[in-house]
């Protein structure tokens, strides 16, 4: 009964491969989002989708693509690894788009990406 | 230019006593300010928020104050518990934006 899922838990790939994590969430919540984690610990938002419309892209490389084929799933894709994409990456969600005062994230237990 | 700072990466308390995280903020325009606590292998959790109109929020062994002049919020705790060990999160919302902001955390050891 997780509310939000994310896979694989850990990914450790050479540099320029092509690497996927998946974000489910069983809350029935219309916005997912997608933080990276880096060395410094700070939670950066990379995207937000409300019911599979992008809201929020925070100048990501575009090597990165969310990708949202139903509102209960958020994908991230990254292409042509590089070893400053070594993070951990939070998937998360909540019910509206966030700027209700009650309207509360709910989190993922992150993907730890290695890059070599 | 991180808008959101917790400039001790780590606490230390006796369980009992009263722990306090501390946060500065450099955005005005910040409405809403959250608290997530954070167990190792596990995403953030929320804790408890407090709006910009208000300076104190309480639930249970849980409050948070709000100084904005000073742009510092904190979180007190007490007593504290074993369970209580965590990283702990602030985060702040741009008034009218969807994104929170996160500080880097501060990890808190309760000791027995």
């Known amino acids: 009964d997780t509310a939000v899922s994310q896979t694989p838990k850990y990914l450790v790939t050479q540099m320029g491969n092509d690497k996927s994590i998946k974000c489910e969430q069983n809350?029935?919540?219309?916005?997912m989002y997608w933080y990276k984690q880096d060395s410094k610990k700070f939670l950066k938002i990379m995207f937000s989708?409300?019911?599979?419309?992008?809201?929020i892209n925070e100048t990501v490389p575009n090597r990165f693509s969310p990708k949202s084929p139903d509102k209960a799933h958020l994908n991230l894709h990254i292409n042509s690894l590089e070893l400053g994409d070594s993070a951990v990456y939070f998937c998360?969600?909540?019910?509206?788009?966030?700027?209700?005062?009650?309207?509360?994230?709910?989190f993922g237990p992150g993907t730890r990406l290695t890059v070599l | 230019d991180q808008q959101v700072k917790q400039n001790s990466p780590s606490l230390s308390v006796q369980e009992g006593r009263i722990s306090i995280l501390n946060c500065d903020y450099t955005n005005s325009m910040f409405d809403y300010f959250l608290w997530y606590k954070k167990y190792p292998a596990e995403g953030p959790t929320f804790l408890i928020s407090?709006?910009?109109?208000?300076d104190k929020n309480e639930d249970g062994r849980f409050t948070v104050f709000l100084n904005k002049s000073a742009k510092h919020l904190s979180l007190h705790i007490v007593p504290s518990q074993p369970g209580d060990s965590a990283v702990y999160f602030c985060a702040a919302r741009l008034q009218g934006a969807q994104k929170l902001v996160f500080g880097q955390g501060t990890r808190l050891t309760i000791n027995p």
């Open positions: 407090i709006s910009s109109i208000k």
């Open positions: 998360a969600s909540s019910q509206d788009q966030g700027l209700e005062s009650t309207d509360t994230q709910y």
């Open positions: 809350l029935g919540h219309d916005t």
């Open positions: 989708y409300n019911n599979k419309e992008l809201i």
